[in-house]
C-alpha cells in the first residue's frame, strides 16, 4: 500500500473523531486532539486525573505524524505499518467503534434513494522472518454487486451522520452482509495470490537452516524435549502466513452518484 493511503486513513481518522487538523501537507499531519482523543492516544490518565480534581477543564495536546520517511525530522513522530502508534490506533478503532450505519447527508426537497453499501477496512498482516502489515479500504455495492478499492477517499469528501435526510428513503439490499464479506474476501485472497512471495521462501529458507543448525547442537545429546520445544519455538518465529483483520466497517447508504 502506498504511503499516501496511510496518510488518508489517518486522516479520516481524526476527523471522524472532531480533531481539528491544523496542518496536512507533504506527508506531515498536525492534529489538535479532543480531550476524548489525548485520553484515548496520549497515555496521561495522572493528568487527567488531576486537572479534572482541581475543577479545570485540561489541555489536550497537539500531535504531529510523519507519514513520508523521506520527511523524517527527529522532531516529529514517523508512523508507518508496523509502528506502536498505528497499532494503538488500529486497536482503538477495533474496540470502541469496530462497526456503523451511516446515512450520506443530502438536500433536496423531492423523493431520493439511497443505496446500501458494504465497506470495511481490512489490515492485511504478512507474517514471516519479516512482518508487514497492508491496510485496505473496499466497499461493495449491496444491489449490483459493484466493487471500489480505496472506498475511504472516495467517502473523504461525503458528509454522513446517523439519521436519513428527510425525503430519503433506502433501498432493499439484495445482497446479504454474510455474502457480501464473503465477496470482498475472494477479492483480498485472489491479490494476496497475485502478489510476490518471495519473502514466504526466504522465511522457509531461514527457518529449514535454524532447524539444520540446532540438530548440529544437539546431535550427540540426549535431551529431545528440549530440542524439539527449540524447534517448535524456530517454527512458531519463521512459518511465514497472512491473516485478515477486520478493523472495523459498516452498512452505508449512499446517493446514486456519491462514488
Same mark, same amino acid.
Given at each position: 500500500?502506498?504511503?499516501?493511503?496511510?496518510?488518508?486513513?489517518?486522516?479520516?481518522?481524526?476527523?471522524?473523531?472532531?480533531?481539528?487538523?491544523?496542518?496536512?501537507?507533504?506527508?506531515?499531519?498536525?492534529?489538535?486532539?479532543?480531550?476524548?482523543?489525548?485520553?484515548?492516544?496520549? #497515555?496521561?490518565?495522572?493528568?487527567?486525573?488531576?486537572?479534572?480534581?482541581?475543577?479545570?477543564?485540561?489541555?489536550?495536546?497537539?500531535?504531529? *505524524?510523519?507519514? #513520508?520517511?523521506?520527511?523524517?525530522?527527529?522532531?516529529?513522530?514517523?508512523?508507518?505499518?508496523?509502528?506502536?502508534?498505528?497499532? /494503538?490506533?488500529?486497536?482503538?478503532?477495533?474496540?470502541?467503534?469496530?462497526?456503523?450505519?451511516?446515512?450520506?447527508?443530502?438536500?433536496?426537497? %423531492?423523493?431520493?434513494?439511497?443505496?446500501?453499501?458494504?465497506?470495511? #477496512?481490512?489490515?492485511?498482516?504478512? /507474517?514471516?522472518?519479516?512482518?508487514?502489515?497492508?491496510?485496505?479500504?473496499?466497499?461493495?455495492?449491496?444491489?449490483?454487486?459493484?466493487?471500489? *478499492?480505496?472506498?475511504?477517499?472516495?467517502?473523504?469528501?461525503?458528509?454522513?451522520?446517523?439519521?436519513?435526510?428527510?425525503?430519503?428513503?433506502?433501498?432493499?439490499?439484495?445482497?446479504?452482509?454474510?455474502?457480501?464479506?464473503?465477496?470482498?474476501?475472494?477479492?483480498?485472497?485472489?491479490?494476496?495470490?497475485?502478489?510476490?512471495?518471495?519473502?514466504?521462501?526466504?522465511?522457509?529458507?531461514?527457518?529449514?537452516?535454524?532447524?539444520?543448525?540446532?540438530?548440529?547442537?544437539?546431535?550427540? %545429546?540426549?535431551?529431545?524435549?528440549?530440542?524439539?520445544?527449540?524447534?517448535?519455538?524456530?517454527?512458531?518465529?519463521?512459518?511465514?502466513?497472512?491473516?485478515?483483520?477486520?478493523?472495523?466497517?459498516? *452498512?452505508?447508504?449512499?446517493?446514486?452518484?456519491?462514488?
Amino acid at each position: 500500500m502506498e504511503i499516501n493511503d496511510l496518510h488518508t486513513f489517518l486522516y479520516d481518522y481524526f476527523t471522524a473523531h472532531h480533531c481539528e487538523i491544523v496542518l496536512n501537507q507533504n506527508g506531515m499531519l498536525t492534529v489538535q486532539l479532543t480531550e476524548e482523543m489525548d485520553r484515548a492516544l496520549m #497515555n496521561r490518565p495522572f493528568y487527567w486525573h488531576y486537572i479534572k480534581k482541581m475543577g479545570h477543564p485540561g489541555e489536550p495536546k497537539q500531535l504531529t *505524524l510523519i507519514t #513520508n520517511p523521506e520527511k523524517r525530522d527527529g522532531k516529529h513522530e514517523w508512523i508507518h505499518y508496523g509502528s506502536p502508534r498505528l497499532h /494503538q490506533i488500529v486497536n482503538h478503532l477495533r474496540d470502541h467503534e469496530k462497526y456503523t450505519k451511516l446515512f450520506e447527508r443530502v438536500e433536496t426537497y %423531492k423523493n431520493q434513494a439511497l443505496f446500501p453499501w458494504l465497506i470495511a #477496512n481490512i489490515k492485511i498482516s504478512y /507474517q514471516g522472518k519479516q512482518k508487514k502489515d497492508e491496510m485496505v479500504s473496499i466497499g461493495l455495492h449491496l444491489v449490483n454487486g459493484t466493487m471500489r *478499492l480505496k472506498m475511504m477517499e472516495e467517502l473523504q469528501y461525503k458528509e454522513l451522520q446517523n439519521t436519513i435526510s428527510d425525503y430519503c428513503y433506502t433501498i432493499t439490499p439484495m445482497i446479504k452482509l454474510h455474502s457480501g464479506f464473503k465477496r470482498i474476501e475472494k477479492v483480498l485472497e485472489t491479490y494476496v495470490d497475485d502478489q510476490d512471495h518471495d519473502w514466504a521462501l526466504q522465511s522457509q529458507k531461514t527457518m529449514a537452516e535454524e532447524i539444520d543448525l540446532l540438530s548440529h547442537f544437539y546431535k550427540n %545429546k540426549t535431551d529431545e524435549e528440549t530440542m524439539q520445544k527449540e524447534i517448535s519455538e524456530i517454527k512458531k518465529r519463521y512459518s511465514p502466513y497472512i491473516k485478515f483483520d477486520v478493523i472495523n466497517g459498516g *452498512l452505508f447508504y449512499l446517493a446514486e452518484n456519491a462514488v
